[in-house]
T-cell receptor, first 112, second 104 residues
Framework: DAGVTQSPTHLIKTRGQQVTLRCSPKSGHDTVSWYQQALGQGPQFIFQYYEEEERQRGNFPDRFSGHQFPNYSSELNVNALLLGDSALYLC???????????FGSGTQLSVL | KNEVEQSPQNLTAQEGEFITINCSYSVGISALHWLQQHPGGGIVSLFMLSSGKKKHGRLIATINIQEKHSSLHITASHPRDSAVYICAVGRLIFGTGTLLAVQP
């Protein structure tokens, strides 16, 4: 069992560009949540996907959008990148809500 | 005021010491998570609690729903326990974490 896998592991973009991050959940998991973790801070909840729909959303602008595919994998898209979007983006999967979470190793995004 | 407060923010202990990390929250919750994050970003979920106490190896987590408080205890601490420990509640509102360094 590969657990939660995220790609790419590192990414460098420039201001104004768009980025897509990918997450494959642990086998048997149907819920994917995305988090942004700035350096020295705790993760901040971006949104959660279940049954291919965004179910919950944190306090992030519309530049942050996502998608979940029928195989439960998910993408996080960020448009019009800002320097402040530089962070570690973490994906976590679970079976529904309230279950034990499994985290991926994250994608380190640097915006120059 | 943050919805989830952890204390201490930084903790240095000697190998073998008993360690306690505290988490207080201000929102209503159905469950609380304790997470461990090692340098480089990898996060491991240690416990999910909705009441009482859970134990896994040298780790013990307790929660008092009425007082909106949880504690994570590490018995016989070891240098490999050095990590950031994060408390998370609700829609996964995270605390800023406790950086633990266990010195041999």
């Amino acid at each position: 069992d590969a657990g939660v896998t995220q790609s790419p592991t590192h990414l460098i973009k420039t201001r104004g560009q768009q980025v897509t991050l990918r997450c494959s959940p642990k086998s048997g998991h149907d819920t994917v949540s995305w988090y942004q973790q700035a350096l020295g801070q705790g993760p901040q909840f971006i949104f959660q996907y279940y049954e291919e729909e965004e179910r919950q959303r944190g306090n992030f602008p519309d530049r942050f959008s996502g998608h979940q595919f029928p195989n439960y994998s998910s993408e996080l898209n960020v448009n019009a990148l800002l320097l402040g979007d530089s962070a570690l983006y973490l994906c976590a999967s679970s079976v529904g809500q309230g279950e034990k979470l499994f985290f991926g190793s994250g994608t380190q995004l640097s915006v120059l | 005021k943050n919805e989830v407060e952890q204390s201490p923010q930084n903790l240095t202990a000697q190998e073998g010491e008993f360690i306690t990390i505290n988490c207080s929250y201000s929102v209503g919750i159905s469950a609380l998570h304790w997470l461990q994050q090692h340098p480089g970003g990898g996060i491991v979920s240690l416990f999910m609690l909705s009441s009482g106490k859970k134990k896994h190896g040298r780790l013990i987590a307790t929660i008092n729903i009425q007082e909106k408080h949880s504690s994570l205890h590490i018995t016989a601490s070891h240098p490999r326990d050095s990590a950031v420990y994060i408390c998370a509640v609700g829609r996964l509102i995270f605390g800023t974490g406790t950086l633990l360094a266990v010195q041999p």
